[in-house]
């Protein structure tokens, strides 16, 4: 199956799950999609579902919090646990929270939410594995959204002063946050130029293009550059859904019958 | 006491590799030794406490035991929500060591003081709150902290080198207040820095012909709840006695538990900074004199509140 199969596969994952459990963020879940499908499907992530917790494992945290869909939906179609599991998505009693609790299932490993968090939590993931000599990635995705708060940059500088190059941080710029477009509200413009002002080597790429995705983490895992990696994912909110793509509403609707069955139908 | 807590810390790390340590740029003339000695496990994230507490969760993620280092009030309030999701959420084993927290700072101002860290912290569930008052106390807190295995806060005020009392590092276990004085009057629970001043209060009631002990509540939570008790029953009359604002402390907690336990019938008075940002620049003397809670206040209204029930 190509990633274009696969990523459209998480897309159905995806709404499937919001639809059922009434869910909100639509929109940031799909824009990630066919980052998460690369670095999952594309052995990048050295996933051990028999052994998910060993220390020199490899993490993926998910500091977006919000769009945990796309991450369960990501980890069930690895094997790290049977599919049915999603049913449990944001239902009562259930460790499967709509922003996801630590080590609730194989590959959760953080708990998000709170934007601002994820960097720093990678960060030091990927310290301790340079302090244990453990040849570990850790990938941190995070919204251009989230990149309003001051934490972000805070630790950005201190990964980069480190040289902690295993860390690949992925910037998903969909330049839509949840009260309207970046460059109404703090107008960020060249998302790259800053992550590489502090320091990281950037791919400023099309975050829909597997191709592209796929290119760059391959360059980046020849480990031939001393700093971290920043992927600017440069992406559309709603992504592959006509009527939820680049609308600020899918940050918080969910999708009702007809609106899930014409998703299901683009998406096939 | 934080080159107490240093220096036993760099005896830690010489036996225990898992342990590191992370500073958000404090510690000038204090960390320097323990930085040249374990260059790969020392790091200063700069002044940036939001980065240092993510940071120290994260290497607790791998298993390693990390210690996070800097001045009291920024670690406890500049980044309180990460100390929440990344720490308390999460339950990490991550050691917070807040340097120099009530008016330790004396002179520098309110900026630089820690009256709050208390309340906010002892409301974090899975969060252990301790406050160290002696070298004894922090040599004990540092080695129990570093294998305690779930988030605790251990606050580091100034040490009072005149102060040194007579129990040993196995006297100090998380949660069990220490006795250090026998009286049938009164009994008085002091944390961290207050307990100089407790005991030299103590001392100027003996000379009165009041009888005190004096307990050591060096950690706030999980509350010893059993020493409470048996206070309450020696004595019947209870005070506590701590250099943070009177809201939600020490004496706050102490109150909770007497106010629900109907067998406790006892008296009962806090001594704290009376909440108020309002003293004005001033030494930690000076500052202690118009909170209330130096020796001399304690003891005159101890004596007061015994006597004539005010």
Same mark, same amino acid.
């Given at each position: 199956?190509?990633?274009?199969?696969?990523?459209?596969?998480?897309?159905?994952?995806?709404?499937? %799950?919001?639809?059922? *459990?009434?869910?909100?963020?639509?929109?940031?879940?799909?824009?990630?999609?066919?980052?998460?499908?690369?670095?999952?499907?594309?052995?990048?992530?050295?996933?051990?579902?028999?052994?998910p917790w060993?220390?020199?494992?490899?993490m993926?945290v998910l500091?977006?919090g919000?769009?945990s869909? *796309?991450l369960?939906?990501?980890?069930?179609?690895?094997?790290?646990?049977?599919?049915?599991?999603?049913?449990?998505?944001?239902?009562?009693?259930?460790d499967m929270l709509?922003h996801p609790k630590i080590r609730s299932y194989p590959g959760v490993e953080t708990s998000s939410g709170s934007?601002?968090h994820g960097?720093?939590l990678?960060?030091?993931s990927?310290?301790?594995?340079?302090?244990?000599?453990?040849?570990?990635? %850790?990938?941190?995705?995070?919204?251009?959204?989230?990149?309003?708060?001051?934490?972000?940059?805070?630790?950005?500088?201190?990964?980069?002063?480190?040289?902690?190059?295993?860390?690949?941080?992925? %910037?998903?710029?969909?330049?839509?946050?949840?009260?309207?477009?970046?460059?109404?509200?703090?107008?960020?413009?060249?998302?790259?130029?800053?992550?590489?002002?502090?320091?990281?080597?950037?791919?400023?790429?099309?975050?829909?293009?597997?191709?592209?995705?796929?290119?760059?983490?391959?360059?980046? %895992?020849?480990?031939?550059?001393?700093?971290?990696?920043?992927?600017?994912?440069?992406?559309?909110?709603?992504?592959?859904?006509?009527?939820?793509?680049?609308?600020?509403?899918?940050?918080?609707?969910?999708?009702?019958?007809?609106?899930?069955?014409?998703?299901?139908?683009?998406?096939? | 006491?934080?080159?107490?807590?240093?220096?036993?810390?760099?005896?830690?790390?010489?036996?225990?590799?898992?342990?590191?340590?992370?500073?958000?740029?404090?510690?000038?003339? /204090?960390?320097?030794?323990?930085?040249?000695?374990?260059?790969?496990?020392?790091?200063?994230?700069?002044?940036?406490?939001?980065?240092?507490?993510?940071?120290?969760a994260g290497?607790a993620l791998?298993?390693?035991?990390?210690?996070?280092?800097?001045?009291?009030?920024?670690?406890?309030?500049?980044?309180?929500?990460?100390?929440?999701v990344d720490v308390a959420y999460q339950q990490l084993p991550v050691?917070?060591?807040?340097?120099?927290?009530?008016?330790?700072?004396?002179?520098?101002?309110?900026?630089?003081?820690?009256?709050?860290?208390?309340?906010?912290?002892?409301?974090?569930?899975n969060?252990?709150? /301790?406050?160290?008052?002696?070298?004894?106390?922090?040599?004990?807190?540092?080695?129990?902290?570093?294998?305690?295995?779930?988030p605790?806060?251990?606050?580091?005020?100034?040490?009072?080198?005149?102060?040194?009392?007579?129990?040993?590092?196995?006297?100090?276990?998380?949660?069990?207040?220490?006795?250090?004085?026998?009286?049938?009057?009164?009994?008085?629970?002091?944390?961290?820095?207050?307990?100089?001043?407790?005991?030299?209060?103590?001392?100027?009631?003996?000379?009165?012909?009041?009888?005190? #002990?004096?307990?050591?509540?060096?950690?706030?939570?999980?509350?010893?709840?059993?020493?409470?008790?048996?206070?309450?029953?020696?004595?019947?009359?209870?005070?506590?006695?701590?250099?943070?604002?009177?809201?939600?402390?020490?004496?706050?907690?102490?109150?909770?538990?007497?106010?629900?336990?109907?067998?406790?019938?006892?008296?009962?008075?806090?001594?704290? /900074?009376?909440?108020?940002?309002?003293?004005?620049?001033?030494?930690?003397?000076?500052?202690?004199?118009?909170?209330?809670?130096?020796?001399?206040?304690?003891?005159? #209204?101890?004596?007061?509140?015994?006597?004539?029930?005010?």
């Amino acid at each position: 199956m190509t990633y274009e199969e696969k990523a459209k596969e998480l897309r159905r994952e995806i709404e499937t %799950v919001l639809h059922r *459990a009434g869910g909100s963020f639509s929109g940031g879940s799909l824009s990630i999609a066919d980052v998460m499908t690369v670095i999952f499907q594309g052995g990048f992530l050295r996933l051990n579902p028999g052994d998910p917790w060993k220390p020199d494992r490899d993490m993926l945290v998910l500091s977006k919090g919000h769009c945990s869909s *796309a991450l369960y939906c990501s980890l069930a179609m690895a094997g790290m646990f049977p599919k049915e599991e999603l049913l449990n998505y944001g239902a009562d009693g259930s460790d499967m929270l709509i922003h996801p609790k630590i080590r609730s299932y194989p590959g959760v490993e953080t708990s998000s939410g709170s934007l601002g968090h994820g960097l720093a939590l990678g960060t030091g993931s990927a310290l301790a594995a340079r302090i244990r000599g453990y040849d570990s990635r %850790v990938f941190v995705v995070i919204g251009d959204g989230e990149c309003n708060e001051g934490s972000v940059w805070e630790n950005a500088a201190f990964a980069a002063k480190q040289k902690l190059n295993h860390l690949i941080v992925v %910037v998903d710029r969909n330049r839509l946050q949840g009260c309207g477009r970046d460059s109404e509200i703090l107008n960020y413009g060249d998302m790259a130029e800053k992550w590489r002002a502090f320091g990281y080597r950037v791919f400023d790429i099309d975050g829909h293009d597997c191709g592209a995705i796929e290119a760059a983490l391959k360059e980046t %895992v020849t480990w031939n550059d001393e700093r971290p990696t920043a992927i600017i994912a440069q992406t559309v909110k709603g992504k592959g859904v006509s009527f939820m793509e680049d609308r600020l509403e899918w940050h918080y609707k969910s999708p009702d019958e007809a609106q899930y069955a014409q998703a299901m139908e683009e998406l096939r | 006491m934080r080159n107490i807590f240093v220096d036993e810390m760099q005896k830690i790390m010489r036996e225990d590799p898992g342990v590191v340590f992370v500073s958000a740029e404090c510690g000038f003339h /204090v960390v320097e030794g323990l930085e040249q000695e374990f260059p790969d496990r020392f790091y200063n994230v700069g002044i940036a406490e939001q980065s240092m507490v993510g940071t120290a969760a994260g290497l607790a993620l791998r298993g390693l035991k990390p210690v996070g280092y800097t001045m009291a009030m920024f670690l406890t309030m500049r980044a309180y929500e990460q100390i929440r999701v990344d720490v308390a959420y999460q339950q990490l084993p991550v050691v917070l060591a807040g340097v120099i927290p009530g008016y330790g700072y004396g002179n520098s101002g309110t900026t630089h003081h820690s009256i709050e860290d208390t309340a906010i912290l002892r409301v974090l569930p899975n969060m252990t709150v /301790v406050y160290t008052s002696c070298e004894t106390d922090v040599r004990a807190a540092a080695r129990l902290a570093v294998n305690y295995g779930n988030p605790i806060y251990i606050g580091l005020g100034r040490n009072d080198p005149d102060y040194q009392p007579d129990y040993t590092q196995e006297d100090f276990r998380f949660g069990k207040a220490i006795r250090l004085s026998d009286g049938k009057d009164a009994a008085l629970f002091a944390t961290g820095v207050m307990l100089p001043e407790a005991m030299k209060a103590c001392k100027r009631l003996r000379d009165k012909g009041i009888g005190i #002990s004096v307990y050591n509540m060096h950690t706030v939570k999980p509350l010893d709840t059993e020493a409470i008790r048996e206070a309450a029953e020696e004595c019947g009359v209870i005070y506590t006695l701590e250099e943070e604002n009177i809201i939600g402390g020490l004496g706050g907690a102490v109150a909770e538990y007497i106010a629900e336990n109907d067998g406790l019938r006892c008296r009962f008075k806090r001594f704290g /900074v009376p909440d108020t940002y309002g003293h004005g620049s001033g030494s930690i003397a000076w500052l202690r004199k118009q909170a209330g809670i130096d020796a001399e206040s304690v003891a005159d #209204s101890v004596e007061r509140h015994l006597r004539k029930g005010t």
